[in-house]
């Protein structure tokens, strides 16, 4: 659900088949069934990427031979739509995928008109565009950058537990401190903090499920610039 040109899509679709064939393989075993490791994961799965009618499909699907190359086990489709209406027939699905949903969880809660209206201005800049910017600014030089990569994500899930409750706080509390004061902003503190209860409680149900846990997932920014500005004379 959503979907770019550029290799994230690519890059988390093939995460995604990869796990969904390991986890087959698994219940294979588990079944007692003689199918050999080939047969499993040269079996094929039709993934659909899906965005808005105006996202630039084209770009996207032009790009699988780049990012995919010789693989032959995924048949890749598009579909236009929102997710406000129906994008597959009944039962058709067997896994749905989505970066970014705290702000499609608040169904129910808000009128459409104000979900519609809702939107996060989320852009991260890279060092060229952060240079640049600087330079745009009268009187100012930059003395010293530097691109730092700290593995954030790395050392946070290290030091979590994988108790659900625990993560599912944790990052509640950090998706709260980036977004709280623009949610506030749009439906009042009530409404804001039943949206943040609700993403709580729906991390606590499906965190024990997960068998992988990312870091980028924890904490998203991995890398940041430190820049080091001086006024000219």
């Known amino acids: 659900m959503g979907c770019a040109s550029g290799p994230n899509c690519w890059t988390n679709m093939q995460f995604i088949i990869d796990c969904v064939k390991k986890h087959r393989r698994r219940g294979i075993i588990t079944a007692g069934e003689r199918r050999s490791a080939a047969e499993v994961y040269d079996s094929p799965i039709q993934y659909f990427f899906c965005d808005l009618p105006l996202n630039h499909f084209n770009d996207l699907l032009s790009e699988k031979e780049k990012y995919m190359g010789g693989r032959e086990d995924c048949f890749v489709a598009a579909v236009a739509g929102n997710i406000h209406g129906r994008l597959f027939p009944p039962s058709s699905v067997q896994m749905v995928f989505s970066s ?17 209206m809702f939107n996060i201005p989320w852009h991260l800049p890279t060092v060229v565009e952060l240079e640049s910017t600087i330079k745009r600014v009268p009187n100012l030089k930059i003395q010293h950058l530097d691109e730092v990569d700290v593995n954030a994500g790395d050392n946070y899930s290290k030091q979590w537990s994988h108790n659900p ?62 820049v080091e500005i001086i006024k000219k004379l």
């Open 100 to 116: 970014t949903t705290l702000h499609w969880l608040s169904e129910g809660i808000l009128t459409h008109s104000q979900l519609e």
């Open 165 to 226: 409750v625990e993560v599912s706080q944790r990052l509640t509390n950090f998706y709260k401190s980036i977004s709280w004061n623009l949610v506030e902003n749009h439906v009042g503190s009530i409404r804001c903090e039943s949206i943040f209860s609700r993403f709580n409680k729906l991390l606590e149900r499906h965190l024990p499920s997960q068998f992988t846990w990312d870091p980028y997932w924890i904490y998203p920014w991995s890398h940041y610039a430190k």
